[in-house]
Every structure is written in C-alpha cells, then in structure tokens.
C-alpha cells in the first residue's frame, strides 16, 4: 500500500476473510433492525397479535377447566380452539392475513426502499454476489412471516403441552408440531418470494401495497367466480391464499385425497408462483441499471 | 405612504387573485401527477380483475340484484376496490411527495398551507369520484340486468364512501410519514374487525355508513341483513342520516386536515 494511504489512515483488512455467505446473515440482522426501529412496526406487530392473546388465554382457561370439569372442557373442543391440529391451523391463516398487511410496510422498507434509493447497487458493489443478496432479503421477509405465524402458533403449543398434566401431549402429537413448521415454511416462502417479485417491480408504497393485497383479495373472488361460471372446482387454484391453506392442511394431515384440486395440483400451482417470483427478481436485481 | 394605503384593497384583490391561480395550477398539476402515476396503472388493472370477476358471474344462470349485491358489489367494489382508490391517491398525494421529498418545493411557495392541503383534497376527492363512478358503472353494465336496477341504489354511496375514505387516508398520509400503512391497517384490519362487533362501536367506521345507505336505498331489492338477529347485531340507522354523517365528517376532515397540515413541522425534509 502506498504510504500516503497510510498516512490518511487506510489500511488493508488483516483479519480471515470468510465466505459471502456470511453477507446473509448480516443483511438479515440489518434488515431486521431497520425494520424494528420504526413504531408502527410494533404498532402492527401489537394488532397482530391481539388474535395471539386471545388464543393464549383460551388454552390457558381451557387447561383449567380440564382439571376442573371435564365436560365443560369437552364442550370448549368444540370450538376447535385447543388440542387439535386444526385449531392451530386455523389460528396461522388468521395470522397469515395480518401478516399480509406487515408485509406491505416490511415490503417498501427493505426492497422498495433499496430499489428507489441505491441501496440495492450499494449492497451488490460489496464483495457478495446477488444471490446472496437476494436470499438475505428473502430470510428477512421470511422472519417477518414467521414472527406472527408460525412463532406464536408454536408458543400456543408448547403452552398446551405443558399446561397438561404430563409430556404425553408432545409425543401423542408430534404431527401437530411437525404440521405447524411445515405451514409455517409454506407461507413464509412463498410470501417472501412473491412480496419480493411485486416490491422489486413496483418499489413505491402505495403501488406495492395495492398490488399486493389486489393479489391475494382478488385473485380468491376471481378463482371463486370463474368455479361457479364453469363449474370446475380447480379455478380455485387461483386463489393462492386458498391454496396455502390447503398445504397447510397437507402439513397437518388433514388434507381430503378425494377432493378437488388435490395437494399435488396446489403444489404445483405453488411451486410455479414461486419459479415465476424468482424468476422476476433475478431480472430485476441488478448491480448497474440498464438505461435505453 | 398614503398612496400605498389607498392602492391596499386593489393589492389585496391581486394577491387573492394570485392564490387562486396558482391553486388552479396546483389543482391541475395534482390532478396530472396523479394520473400520470403507477397508481393509475395498477388501479386499471384491478378494476379489470373486477370486471372480469363480474363478467364470470354473470354468466350464471339465476341472477338477481341481491344476489349481485351480495356476491359481487358488497365484497369486491364496496369492500376492496373503493376504498383501494381513496388509498392510491388519498395516502399518495402528500405521502408521495413527502417519500419523494419534493413535498419542500410546495411549502416553499408563498400559496397558503390551508390552501394547498385543500386544492389537494379536491384533486383528489375528483379523482377518487371518478373512478368509483367509473368502476361501478362498468361492473353494473357487465352484470346485465341485476346490475342496471343497483347503479342507482349504489352511486350516491360510493361516491360519499369514496370521499371520505379519501378525507381519512389524506388526513394520515398528512399526519404520519407511514400513512399508507396506518391506512391500510385502518381498513384491512380495524374497519373489518369493528364492523363486525355488536353494539355502536361499529359507528366509528366509514362501512357501516356506507353500508347503511345502501340497505336503505336498496330496501325494495331485499339488500340488508337476512334475519332479525343480523338485523339487531346491524343496528343501522337511516339511509339519510348516514349521508348527513358522511359529508359533515368529510367537512370535519378536511378542516382538520388543513389546519394539521398548516402547523405540522416536516422535519424529515431538512
């Protein structure tokens, strides 16, 4: 290095240099911080998970209950809030749908934000590559998902579990842990995937937001209308929120075989949004703009 | 000193002339900056999906306005296109210039604060009611029959619902810095839940008026809810009263809007 570098205090990096892969983490690490420094983040995280409290409190009556009047705590399964895998199930949709709107704000700060200001061309002049880039992106958002679904649905579980009088209830129903990770890896890829494909097209906020709730709300009415105008049931594979709950159905088991669209159909269905997603963010994430 | 007192009014008069002007011209440059957005773009294309979802149905074999209503309007117009684009250029009037940071270049001249949020509002309030009018027109016309008899039972209140949820996302995108996702999370999440509540916590939403308007101008197509238990959990009032509570609080907001706007400190454009 010559010595007048030196002198102004630049120096060369002494330390091991390790993989890029490393970049990963840090991107998600910033990204996450970025994202939790804002207020309305908490304010959203905190509507998000008033369905949570609820949850937590009924298990919690439940378990009582069950030590004190059996019948009363049969009645409460009724409900399908407690036990049962469909109750998580279900408890994850809701969540699934309040983390849709967290995904629009998380969307125009960690992609939109990087398109619109430089900080994508920023990231990629690092000694990392897109790739690395583009999955620590992805792993934010997918942090984002499984704060509000799958983390809580797995804490109402484990509360369950030790609520009972011994630790039976982790091994007679290990599928419903098994389940609830498994839907929770759905949601979170596919929504990052495609949240990602729609921010790195359309970086404003308004724009994104529209486009990302017009991709969920009305591509369910279409898929429903266009069943009913034909009466062919697999129009409903166009209602990506429906088919993510019917994975999640996969992933708890309880999936019908003798109904159409079958799991194989939806996963297909799933698997190609989310080639076309990846497909539309390797194009656009790009280190120089291309101008005409 | 005399010649200028005597020459005041005649400065006054100009300089309100001046204001008008140039509130004229942002009238115009709103209005343009807002058609010329990818709002309009996305907003064509949900509008589209719309329509496609209507012509689909229309294609069943009994249609009937209630059916039309319940199926169609209510959940995919009045529940998400409306308010849709009271978001897309109700938040991104002066949200978008604030993300833009070019909302300086505005504060700078010498046009009154109260005067540009309000030229603002009515860009937008123009904007929104055209494109309600518009899209429920064009989904009314794609259902044949059933949706000519409901035109007229769902205009006046998609054109109020539309300005006041225009006169809400303004005020927040005025108000807060995140204001599209306050409004977003007012009415994807808050809207939806208090609506669904018995009780008059209902009231505080922009539906429930909407949606009381149009039960009673629609009351000779059975429009409503079913039985009387839906009916006491409802709890609506008149279709006239909830007009005279649509414009006054779509005054009330553009009152408070402008004077909010007037005394907030945009710190974050330096």
């Not at chain 1, 934010?140 to 109402?156: D, K, N, Q």
């Not at chain 1, 839907?183 to 995937?193: I, K, N, Y």
């Not at chain 2, 998400?80 to 938040?91: K, R, T, V």
């Not at chain 2, 210039?97 to 540009?116: C, F, K, N």
């Amino acid at each position: 290095m010559p010595s007048t570098l030196e002198h102004a205090g630049y120096r060369p990096w002494t330390g091991q240099l390790r993989s890029p892969w490393w970049s990963v983490l840090a991107i998600v690490r910033v990204a996450l911080s970025l994202i939790m420094r804002r207020w309305l983040f908490w304010v959203l995280l905190g509507l998000g998970l008033l369905n949570f409290l609820y949850h937590f409190s009924f298990i919690y009556l439940k378990a009582t209950l069950v030590v004190q009047n059996r019948e009363f705590a049969r009645f409460l399964d009724g409900f399908k809030l407690t036990g049962t895998g469909d109750a998580y199930l279900t408890f994850m949709h809701v969540q699934a749908g309040i983390a849709a709107l967290l995904l629009a704000f998380a969307g125009s700060m960690l992609i939109g934000s990087d398109s619109q200001h430089g900080g994508m061309i920023f990231y990629l002049s690092r000694s990392m590559d897109r790739r690395h880039y583009i999955i620590g992106k992805l792993l934010s958002i997918a942090a984002v998902v499984s704060l509000i679904t799958t983390v809580p649905a797995l804490i109402l579980y484990i509360e369950y579990g030790v609520l009972s009088s011994s630790f039976d209830y982790f091994l007679q129903n290990w599928r419903i842990g098994v389940g609830i990770v498994g839907f929770g890896l759905v949601l979170a890829t596919v929504q990052s995937l495609l949240l990602f494909a729609v921010a790195v097209w359309v970086p404003r906020t308004v724009p994104l937001a529209m486009t990302w709730l017009g991709i969920f709300v009305l591509l369910t009415a279409l898929g429903r209308a266009l069943r009913e105008m034909a009466g062919e049931r697999r129009w409903l594979l166009l209602a990506l929120w429906e088919d993510m709950l019917r994975m999640g159905h996969w992933a708890f088991g309880s999936l019908p075989t003798d109904r159409t669209p079958t799991g194989t159909e939806t996963v297909l269905v799933l698997l190609g949004v989310c080639a076309v997603s990846l497909a539309l963010i390797v194009y656009r994430v790009r280190a120089v703009e291309v101008v005409r | 000193m005399s010649v200028v007192d005597s020459n005041l009014p005649a400065q006054q008069t100009f300089s309100v002339m001046r204001t008008v002007r140039a509130c004229v011209f942002l009238f115009r440059l709103t209005l343009w900056r807002q058609i010329a957005s990818r709002q309009t773009l996305v907003n064509f294309g949900l509008t589209t999906l719309c329509a496609l979802i209507v012509a689909a149905w229309s294609h069943r074999g009994h249609r009937t306005a209630m059916g039309f209503s319940d199926y169609m309007l209510l959940p995919t117009f009045i529940g998400f296109l409306m308010p849709i684009f009271a978001i897309s250029y109700g938040s991104s009037t002066i949200g978008g210039e604030r993300e833009d940071q070019s909302l300086i270049y505005l504060l700078v001249t010498p046009i009154p604060r109260a005067a540009i949020y309000l030229t603002k509002a009515i860009a937008v309030g123009v904007l929104v009611a055209l494109w309600s009018g518009g899209a429920l027109t064009l989904l009314c016309w794609l259902a044949g029959e059933p949706g000519q008899k409901l035109l007229l039972v769902y205009l006046p209140a998609s054109l109020l619902g539309g300005l006041m949820y225009a006169s809400v996302f303004l005020l927040l995108g005025a108000m807060f810095r995140h204001g599209t996702i306050l409004s977003l999370a007012y009415w994807f999440f808050l809207e939806v839940l208090l609506l669904q509540m018995p009780g008059t916590v209902k009231r505080i939403t922009v539906s429930y008026y909407i949606h009381c308007m149009l039960y009673d101008a629609g009351s000779s197509f059975k429009l409503g809810p079913r039985n009387d238990a839906d009916r006491e959990m409802f709890a609506g009032i008149s279709g006239d009263s909830a007009a005279i509570v649509l414009v006054f609080s779509i005054l009330g907001l553009m009152t408070l809007g402008s004077y909010a706007f007037s005394k907030r400190e945009y710190t974050e454009l330096g």
